[in-house]
């Protein structure tokens, strides 16, 4: 009976499930299939999908090993030594990538992707600060933490979640990244750490590490105050280290403690799997450690989550031996080309103006001149966009500056320059469109546009 029961009439495909109350009874393997996966086509399509910084695209071997891998928990170290020997082998090549200075001396893990990693980074040096005070006798009551008001959204998490006071740093149009200007009023005996962004989301400026540690210095010189530097590299460290291999930024810099990537952005593997390193194990305070049994040894483990999948960890080591240095190179650098290209398109186009050019990380932004007209907005052309399957959000700045709109393109490897040369006919074709308009569009409601920030 079943093979010749036509998919889509069958018992369950030609009826409608409950959406929100579990079905009685069991279905076919292929109709509960078949509805998933229909229910899905209804997404965005992934590799159109110029709004997230996340993986879109990875090759056949990669899709193999995943599918192999799919049911391996990464926290069963002892049912899975070589998966943990693996992720212990990935943290230590992205510690040399980094520079740290003394490979034996190093700690590092992997996360379920870079707002795990970034929570671990600020809470080693809450407690690094804490243990500090304690010894010196002093208040452990008001810890703060400094940052650019252009912080990823994971930064706010942390400070909420974890009693901390943030204190952003306005951004203005003179100061559209953290850059030392002024920090010294932010800066106090109560601040456990400086974050520090390779890889701005708005816009994928870098803020300049260097020139923060620097006046850092100074501070330290003026006040005695010793604050120390996390880097959130979620996208730039693993772009910069290829790219722009003289910028300092990593642990070259004697102020910077810790660090973090996502291995699921410009580490090129499918979500979830983030990373981060510590300069030495003396910035990484014991108390946050825990020891788990390993092989009958100690392994040292310090999450937020247990169970995870492994399966990222693996595709993390795959790309590693697949690319190289050279190959991620390649990769980084054929992103940036296509983003640059798009860029000074856009920016040779009338109504718009460039507020980043894609030769950082390959993600820029760019605004609507002001005199260009009152009938349409970004939001407008994101929709038109969308409309053809691209989805190029709109959205507001940061605080600060949040009545400015920005449109954004994420570059990724899998955006050929085929494919950019099909997207730039159809912003240009949308946007001779809302300019034949002859009266404004609808009032759109400022913020409405999705993004990732
Ligand atoms: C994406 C991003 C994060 C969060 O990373 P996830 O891997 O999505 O958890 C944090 N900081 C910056 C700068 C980011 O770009």
């Not at 804490?130 to 009551?141: I, L, N, P, V």
């Not at 969308?386 to 400015?404: E, H, I, N, Q, T």
Request: hydrophobic letters at 40%.
């Amino acid at each position: 009976m079943l093979s010749i029961n036509p998919v889509f009439v069958r018992p369950g495909e030609a009826t409608e499930f409950d959406k929100f109350v579990m079905p009685d009874g069991p279905s076919l393997p292929e109709t509960a299939y078949q509805i998933v996966h229909d229910e899905a086509i209804l997404d965005g399509n992934a590799r159109l999908n110029l709004a997230t910084f996340v993986s879109t695209w990875m090759d056949d071997e990669a899709r193999k090993l995943y599918l192999e891998a799919a049911d391996k928990n990464m926290i069963d170290k002892d049912e899975y030594p070589a998966t943990a020997a693996i992720e212990d082998r990935c943290w230590r090549i992205l510690a040399d990538l980094w520079n740290v200075p003394d490979a034996n001396d190093t700690i590092g893990t992997s996360t379920i992707g870079s707002s795990e990693a970034c929570m671990l980074g600020g809470l080693a040096m809450k407690r690094l600060w804490r243990e500090r005070r304690k010894a010196e006798g002093k208040s452990t009551e008001n810890p703060n933490m400094v940052m650019s008001a252009a912080v990823q959204v994971v930064w706010e998490k942390f400070c909420n979640y974890w009693d901390i006071e943030p204190r952003y740093v306005p951004i203005t149009p003179e100061h559209m990244v953290l850059d030392g200007h002024e920090l010294e009023k932010y800066v106090d005996e109560n601040t456990i750490g400086v974050v520090a962004i390779l890889g701005q989301t708005y816009t994928g400026a870098y803020e300049p590490v260097e020139q923060i540690a620097k006046k850092l210095d100074e501070i330290q010189q003026n006040t005695g105050v010793d604050v120390r530097i996390h880097v959130d590299g979620a996208s730039g460290a693993m772009v910069a280290p290829f790219c722009q291999p003289d910028l300092e930024w990593d642990f070259r810099i004697d102020r910077v403690n810790s660090i973090n990537t996502s291995g699921h952005k410009y580490g090129l593997v499918y979500p979830g799997v983030g990373w981060v390193v510590w300069r030495n194990t003396a910035v990484l305070p014991e108390s946050i450690i825990f020891h788990v049994s390993y092989l009958g040894g100690d392994m040292p483990t310090l999450a937020l989550n247990f169970s995870r999948p492994g399966a990222q960890v693996l595709l993390q080591y795959y790309q590693f031996l697949r690319l190289g240095r050279e190959g991620y190179r390649e990769v980084q650098q054929n992103s940036i080309d296509v983003a640059t290209y798009l860029s000074s398109e856009i920016e040779r186009m009338a109504p718009f103006e460039l507020v980043s050019r894609g030769d950082t990380i390959p993600v820029f932004a760019w605004v609507l001149k002001s005199d260009h007209t009152d009938n349409w907005t970004l939001y407008d052309l994101a929709d038109r966009l969308r409309m053809k399957g691209w989805l190029v959000p709109a959205y507001p700045l940061a605080d600060d500056l949040s009545d400015v709109v920005l449109q954004r393109i994420v570059v990724k490897a899998g955006l050929s320059r085929d494919l950019a040369t099909a997207l730039l006919a159809d912003i240009k074709g949308e946007v001779a469109y809302l300019d034949s308009l002859t009266s404004p569009l609808p009032d759109r409601v400022a913020g409405r546009g999705q993004f990732h920030h």
